[in-house]
């Protein structure tokens, strides 16, 4: 529980994200965003919206807490796609939060993993990674570094 109170507040975050995906490209695009996010239900949920204004579409995350199973979910939501109904599902362990589902890419089945790291009062690090054969390697195709705007 209040894992994600870190994120509480405003950030402008730079995307740098893989344009091809599962084939082994290594062109990245870099564009900003500013993400707003907000503790709810006392700790245990959080929201934040994204917005890329040079890109056409926003984001936004919806992350609960399960006390039960010690563990978050995490659900992506897509202003264009709506809801990606698989949540990616883990928990922190020593300041790394590591969250896993399996889901499809195009219709090819992955294993997608976020990592959220690097955590400060004023910066935090994420990243998306696939992998195409069951967990045996990954291929990172976006990452964002946040940088506070708001004080805490």
Request: charged fraction near 30%; glycine fraction near 10%; aromatic fraction near 16%.
């Amino acid at each position: 529980m209040n894992d994600f109170d870190f994120y509480v507040g405003t950030w402008d975050v730079a995307n740098r994200r893989l344009l091809e995906r599962g084939v082994g490209g290594d062109e990245w695009e870099e564009f900003p965003g500013r993400s707003v996010a907000h503790s709810v239900f006392g700790g245990r949920g959080n929201f934040d919206e994204i917005t890329f204004p040079t890109k056409g579409f926003d984001g936004a995350t919806l992350r609960l807490y399960d006390a039960a199973r010690d563990e978050w979910s995490l659900y992506w939501i897509n202003s264009e796609r709506g809801l990606d109904p698989v949540p990616v599902v883990g928990r922190f362990a020593d300041g790394i939060g590591v969250f896993e589902a399996d889901d499809t890419d195009d219709g090819r089945p992955i294993r997608v993993r976020f990592t959220w790291s690097e955590i400060a009062s004023d910066s935090c690090h994420w990243e998306q990674a696939f992998s195409y054969d069951d967990g045996k390697s990954w291929e990172t195709n976006w990452i964002m570094r946040s940088t506070r705007v708001t004080p805490r």
